[in-house]
Structure formats: structure tokens, C-alpha cells
């Protein structure tokens, strides 16, 4: 497949691990010059094996510095930017309705901060580019999920609607942005690794009852 994206420069949030990394591989295999970013430098320099010629910058986006950090360090190296992949999101938090204010803002900032920190450090220089904007909702932000953390859900519907309300300040400066939301995925280290860990037949009765397909 060519997509034309040869020569890009492609940061991707949160690629240690998932779907991040995922994304950087298939990016890397379009011809995309890639940088890998988490906050475990260990983690990162050995996933980037995987990617040849990837360069890894650690540092923790949910701080509105670091995220200045990554994005003059890309620009450093690389001398321009042109897709950013906002990954960086969790959905480790409080049972639904046991939530303590310590739950929404650690949900908020890696669901929603984490992706307005990166937008801010990098729209100047995206522009320069017309360059694009990939965030990775979750289908928790589009309906009810049962059993889902409700601060999780919240966070992720908020970023849905920065995403359309920033959509059109952002165009006028060249620069697309979009949300996709993936639904229930299985990867190493996820939530779902350690549900099944926990109580398999549970998580077989609740795929079969709320997912169309009927699996992960």
C-alpha cells in the first residue's frame, strides 16, 4: 500500500506499547521518518529495535513543558513535523460511581490534556507543513459502555468535542484534525490483558453479551 506519506515526519504519543506502537510500525512501513515517545526510557529503546532508524524522545505530554520539549527536540532533528498521533490515554480509574476528584483529573490528564498540550506545542509548526492531527478517542466517549469508568468516558467525550470545536481554527491554519475510536482491543499490558488475568469467564460473558462480534 502507498499512501504517500514518504519522507513524513510522524510523532506518535504514547508508542511504547499497543496501539501507539502499532501505528508507528505501519507508519515506519509507509515510508514515514518516526518518532516513538513514552515516559519509560527502557521501554522505548527497546520497542524502537523493532523500528529501524526510529528515534524515541521520553517524556511525559501530560506536562504542557515536556510536551514543548518533544516537539522542539523533533524539530531539532528533524527540522519540521508533519502528522502528530495524540495516543497517550488511559482507562485504569475508580469503579463507576466510587470516583474521587484525584480520578477525574488523573483521567482528564492522560485522556484529554495530554492531546491539548501536544495541539498547542505543535499547530505553529503543523502549519508550516498543512500538516495532520490523529486522536485516539474510544468508543466510551461516543455511548455507554457497561462498566466502563465514567471518569474515562467523560474524558474521552471531551476530547471528541475539543477535536470538532478545534477543527475549524486548526483548518484555517491548514492543519486537519480527527478523531478515531476504537472499540474493545486486546494487547499486551492493556486493560483487558488484566481483566482476563483476573476473571476470564466474566470477560467471555460480557464480550458475548455486549460485543456485536463477539470478540476482542
Known sequence: MDLELSDKVAFISGSSHGIGLEIAKTLHAEGCKVVL???NKKNLDHVSKEIPNAITISADITDEKESDRVI???LDKLGKLDILICNV??????EPGSEK???W???FSANLWSTTNLVESSRK???TTKGSIVCISSICGNEVIPGAPVTYSAAKA???AYV??????LGKMGIRINAVAPGNILFEGSVWERKISENKREVDEFIQREVSLGRL
Open 37 to 39: 515517545n513514552g515516559r
Open 89 to 94: 490515554g488511559s482507562g485504569k480509574s475508580a
Open 164 to 169: 470538532k470545536g478545534i477543527a475549524r481554527p
Open 158 to 160: 471531551a476530547l471528541n
Open 101 to 103: 476528584f484525584k480520578d
Open 72 to 74: 522542539a527536540e523533533i
Open 105 to 107: 483529573e488523573q483521567s
Open 125 to 127: 509548526h503543523l502549519s
